[in-house]
């Protein structure tokens, strides 16, 4: 079982920065993916990037065209989503999840745990 509580959204303009932290508890987080999603109104939830918390390894959604960093840090079980140069476009409800799988890339359906979600918008 993983509970996780993100924080970190907020309302901004183009071009600023947020970042995004997901505070995740649990037993055995070394074995877990951990992601970021996020989901725009009447829109799919889409994968923005991905990392393996035993090794670090990552992945990234093609969109994110080096905008997004994806981080953890061990000693607090914190995950981090750095997000520069925010576009309108990336308003969305934004969500933490992990999963048990070995893949970075997989999408929403593949991810057990999730958090609460937090909100970011972007105004032009």
């Known amino acids: 079982q993983v509970h996780l509580v993100e924080s970190g959204g907020g309302l901004v303009l183009a071009g600023d920065s947020l970042r995004l932290s997901c505070a995740a508890s649990?037993?055995?987080?070394?074995?877990?993916?951990m992601a970021w999603f996020r989901q725009a109104p009447e829109k799919e939830r889409e994968l923005v990037a991905a990392?393996?918390?035993?090794?670090?390894?990552?992945y990234y959604a093609e969109f994110r065209k080096e905008r997004f960093t994806i981080s953890r840090d061990n000693v607090d079980n914190t995950l981090y989503l750095q997000m520069n140069t925010l576009k309108p476009e990336d308003t969305a409800v934004y969500y933490c999840?992990?999963?048990?799988?070995?893949?970075?890339?997989?999408?929403?359906?593949?991810?057990?745990?999730w958090g609460q979600g937090t909100q970011v918008t972007v105004s032009s």
């Open positions: 990392i393996r918390w035993s090794d670090g390894s990552t």
């Open positions: 649990g037993r055995n987080l070394g074995s877990y993916v």
């Open positions: 999840a992990a999963n048990l799988a070995s893949g970075l890339g997989y999408g929403a359906s593949a991810y057990d745990y």
